[in-house]
């Protein structure tokens, strides 16, 4: 079975940084797009960053430019996001998310992410 396990959130201060891993199990990485979404009472989940596994490409939500780096490490089927400089407002729950033997979509909505993990929270004080 596929599993997507994150760890690494926690409480930060504005400005402050953390650095967020998901652990995939189950398949063997190739062809997959792998993203990084979050969610915050009340809003849509939405896609902060994405990478295809195949060739390192990568996207970035226009709030989140500059500021998180998203990574993966083939040999540990592991995949990151350094985010840093952080505002109140990425206060938030943070997914890892898989799209298994397919390019990440130029729009990564949450409905073409066939696997999620449970979450890990992110907590933003000012």
């Known amino acids: 079975d596929v599993q997507l396990v994150e760890s690494g959130g926690g409480s930060v201060q504005a400005g402050g940084s953390l650095r967020l891993s998901c652990a995939a199990s189950?398949?063997?990485?190739?062809?997959?797009?792998m993203s990084w979404f979050r969610q915050s009472p009340g809003k849509e989940r939405e896609a902060v960053a994405a990478?295809?596994?195949?060739?390192?490409?990568?996207y970035y939500a226009d709030s989140v430019k500059g500021r998180f780096i998203i990574s993966r490490d083939v040999q540990k089927n592991t995949l990151s996001l350094q985010i840093g400089s952080l505002r109140s407002e990425d206060t938030a729950t943070y997914y890892c998310?898989?799209?298994?033997?397919?390019?990440?979509?130029?729009?990564?909505?949450?409905?073409?992410?066939?696997?999620w993990g449970q979450g890990t929270q992110v907590t933003v004080s000012t």
């Open positions: 998310a898989a799209r298994l033997g397919a390019w990440c979509p130029v729009d990564p909505s949450h409905r073409y992410f066939d696997y």
């Open positions: 189950g398949y063997t990485w190739g062809g997959d797009c």
């Open positions: 990478i295809y596994v195949g060739d390192g490409s990568t």
